[in-house]
T-cell receptor
Framework: DQQVKQNSPSLSVQEGRISILNCDYTNSMFDYFLWYKKYPAEGPTFLISISSIKDKNEDGRFTVFLNKSAKHLSLHIVPSQPGDSAVYFCAASISSGTYKYIFGTGTRLKVLA | NAGVTQTPKFQVLKTGQSMTLQCAQDMNHNSMYWYRQDPGMGLRLIYYSASEGTTDKGEVPNGYNVSRLNKREFSLRLESAAPSQTSVYFC??????????FGPGTRLTVL
């Protein structure tokens, strides 16, 4: 049973446009969410996080939106750059401060120059 | 400052063989983790160590053992490798539970 789902395996976007990556979860107890980026042959790198007490968190070109009623979060990248081409994972946990995160299966983003 | 290093980068084993994956971090982090990544499965936590001297099971611990040798090093051992353990293994460390810094991974194939 996949508790964290990224239903789009891949996404292509033109350089300069907005990239929107989606993530759905089934466990209503999840209250802390993270996004990671992964390049080939490298480990994931942390991008941005959000707590369930917020519905939006912004860091430069990256914004994460959380819709608790829909159990849905999204990562917006504006403007998209070719260097953003990577696999993006969302992860969820029950409370910040735990050690156990459930990861989604990832979405491969390709930004076209 | 190397961050999180993992050895080896690649390994091929025969069923039943044993091996240890090594992980070291030079960031003075308390927490360390072992994940595996399989196609279509995302990353799954095998074991974690909240601090030196402690280890706990994650989501998929069966078939693995770990040792937190000291604050820097956290090893993962496969006592009797099985084809189902073919995967990419990532070690991570963090100053807190909310931030994890990952190593480059070890690609393991069990024949």
């Amino acid at each position: 049973d996949q508790q964290v789902k990224q239903n789009s395996p891949s996404l292509s976007v033109q350089e300069g446009r907005i990239s929107i990556l989606n993530c759905d979860y089934t466990n209503s107890m999840f209250d802390y969410f993270l996004w990671y980026k992964k390049y080939p042959a490298e480990g994931p790198t942390f991008l941005i996080s959000i707590s369930s007490i917020k519905d939006k968190n912004e860091d430069g070109r990256f914004t994460v939106f959380l819709n608790k009623s829909a159990k849905h979060l999204s990562l917006h990248i504006v403007p998209s750059q070719p260097g953003d081409s990577a696999v993006y994972f969302c992860a969820a946990s029950i409370s910040s401060g735990t050690y156990k995160y459930i990861f989604g299966t990832g979405t491969r983003l390709k930004v076209l120059a | 400052n190397a961050g999180v290093t993992q050895t080896p980068k690649f390994q091929v084993l025969k069923t039943g063989q044993s091996m240890t994956l090594q992980c070291a971090q030079d960031m003075n982090h308390n927490s360390m983790y072992w994940y595996r990544q399989d196609p279509g499965m995302g990353l799954r936590l095998i074991y974690y160590s909240a601090s030196e001297g402690t280890t706990d099971k994650g989501e998929v611990p069966n078939g693995y053992n770990v040792s937190r040798l000291n604050k820097r090093e956290f090893s993962l051992r496969l006592e009797s490798a099985a084809p189902s353990q073919t995967s990419v293994y990532f070690c991570a460390s963090g100053p807190s539970t909310d931030t994890q810094y990952f190593g480059p991974g070890t690609r393991l194939t069990v024949l």
